[in-house]
């Protein structure tokens, strides 16, 4: 069975450019999250879409957004890009995560650097 | 303050030891408690999750929740080289909540 995957491994944008970064969840799962991993920080919650839908956003600003696809695929796009928005970005996907526990199974993130 | 805090480490020992990882929460609405191992380079994996207190066991590894002092810890019997990773406990209410990892090297 595969598993998470998402494109493209490396990302390098310049300040003020806007990224794109893509995810594939496990087939099955309709739940996916994205999160952010910089430096000293551990991972931060940014967003959670289940059925097309966003259910949760974490506390970044609105120029992280995204949107899940009918195919459950999902797509992060980070608009203005600033410096500190260099960090490796996990999706995760996992069966409904609505009440009780579902495991949350991650990609092997995309590396985005901001020069 | 933090929701979540974890010991950055690096935390060295050598191969046989007994390790120690751990975790203090201030949310008492955490119910779901995960410990989760990275490898460099490679997206987080899921060690062990317990429900509530209590402990549990899985090979060497063992995992253990007190909710009245707010601490959990994952321990790691005969560690080997191959343990060296980055350990990262989270803990759910209405999202995950990660530490910040704590990087554990192995040495032969």
């Known amino acids: 069975e595969a598993g998470v995957t998402q494109s493209p491994t490396h990302l390098i944008k310049t300040r003020g450019q806007q990224a794109t970064l893509r995810c594939s969840p496990i087939?099955?799962?309709?739940?996916v999250y994205w999160y952010q991993q910089a430096l000293g920080l551990g991972l931060q919650f940014l967003l959670w879409?289940?059925?097309?839908?966003?259910?949760n956003r974490g506390n970044f600003p609105p120029r992280f957004s995204g949107r899940q696809f009918p195919n459950y695929s999902s797509e992060l796009n980070v608009n203005a890009l600033e410096l500190e928005d260099s960090a490796l970005y996990l999706c995760?996907?996992?069966?409904?995560?609505?009440?009780?526990?579902?495991?949350?199974?991650f990609g092997p993130g995309t590396r985005l650097t901001v020069l | 303050q933090k929701e979540v805090e974890q010991d950055p480490g690096p935390l060295s020992v050598p191969e046989g030891a007994i390790v120690s990882l751990n975790c203090t929460y201030s949310?008492?609405?955490?119910?779901?408690f995960m410990w989760y191992r990275q490898y460099s380079r490679k997206g987080p994996e899921l060690l062990m999750y317990?429900?509530?207190?209590g402990n549990k066991e899985d090979g060497r590894f063992t995992a253990q929740v007190d909710k009245s002092s707010k601490y959990i810890s994952l321990f790691i019997r005969d560690s080997q080289p191959s343990d060296s990773a980055t350990y990262l406990c989270?803990?759910?209410?209405?999202?995950?909540?990660f530490g910040t990892g704590t990087r554990l090297l192995v040495s032969p």
């Open positions: 995760a996907s996992s069966l409904y995560g609505g009440n009780g526990y579902n495991e949350q199974f």
């Open positions: 087939s099955g799962h309709t739940s």
């Open positions: 879409y289940d059925e097309g839908e966003e259910r």
């Open positions: 949310n008492s609405a955490f119910q779901y």
């Open positions: 317990t429900y509530s207190s």
């Open positions: 989270a803990m759910r209410a209405q999202k995950l909540v």
